[in-house]
């Protein structure tokens, strides 16, 4: 069984960073699979927030372009984003989750999910 544990929330000031973290318990069970950032704010649906395709692609959403950064570290089995000059509109809990399969880009059909991590902001 899959787990995902994602660590790294917290409240920060408008402009500051915070970098997630997101630990698979085990290795994923399959050659090919993918991994993407997700956040959800009380009252709005999920966004997906970014993307890490399994030939190396990535997919920001519009809103993130340019402040965050999605990454991988295979050796340690985690996925990481950085997450540079914060906005109030940033504040949601963000989750990573994970598919089998080469593209998460559309943001749809995630096999795995974390339990999410708190990220607020304040202006």
């Known amino acids: 069984q899959v787990q995902l544990v994602e660590s790294g929330g917290g409240s920060v000031q408008a402009g500051g960073s915070l970098r997630l973290s997101c630990a698979a318990t085990?290795?994923?069970?399959?050659?090919?699979?993918?991994m993407a950032w997700f956040r959800r704010t009380p009252g709005k649906e999920r966004e997906g927030v970014a993307a890490?395709?399994?030939?190396?692609?990535?997919t920001y959403a519009d809103s993130v372009k340019g402040r965050f950064t999605i990454s991988q570290d295979n050796a340690k089995n985690t996925l990481y984003l950085q997450m540079n000059s914060l906005k109030p509109d940033d504040t949601a809990t963000y989750y990573c989750?994970?598919?089998?399969?080469?593209?998460?880009?559309?943001?749809?059909?995630?096999?795995?999910w974390g339990k999410g991590t708190l990220v607020t902001i304040s202006s």
């Open positions: 989750a994970a598919a089998n399969a080469v593209y998460c880009s559309d943001f749809y059909g995630m096999d795995w």
């Open positions: 085990s290795t994923l069970p399959y050659n090919t699979y993918c």
């Open positions: 890490l395709d399994s030939d190396g692609m990535i």
